[in-house]
Nanobody, 126 residues
């Protein structure tokens, strides 16, 4: 079993940056794909970014491509989401998730992920 805890959320002005962290306990994340999702009020949870566990391949939603960067430090059991040039539409609760997917794949569907954090709020003011 894996427990995931996100941190780093907060209030930032448009154009600003935040770095989210997701720290795992219970087992290593070195063989898990690690994804980030978000859910805005009144909207469904949506995929943001993923980093697989084979070669560290990354994939991003079009809405964040070029602004967000996902990375992982397996030795620290931590995954990061660097968010730059933030926009008001990025406001949401951000969740990290871990999934036991094949190492050569990047998976964007929430159903593929086995472990979820409790979420951290990101609010971007205009």
């Amino acid at each position: 079993q894996v427990q995931l805890v996100e941190s780093g959320g907060g209030l930032v002005q448009a154009g600003g940056s935040l770095r989210l962290s997701c720290t795992a306990s219970g087992r290593t994340i070195s063989s898990l794909a690690m994804g980030w999702f978000r859910q805005a009020p009144g909207k469904e949870r949506e995929f943001v970014a993923v980093i697989n566990w084979g070669v560290g391949r990354t994939y991003y939603a079009d809405s964040v491509k070029g602004r967000f960067t996902v990375s992982r430090d397996n030795a620290k059991s931590t995954v990061y989401l660097q968010m730059n040039s933030l926009k008001p539409e990025d406001t949401a609760v951000y969740y990290c998730a871990g999934g036991s997917t094949p190492p050569w794949t990047v998976v964007t569907g929430a159903d593929a992920y086995d472990y979820w954090g409790q979420g951290t709020q990101v609010t971007v003011s205009s």
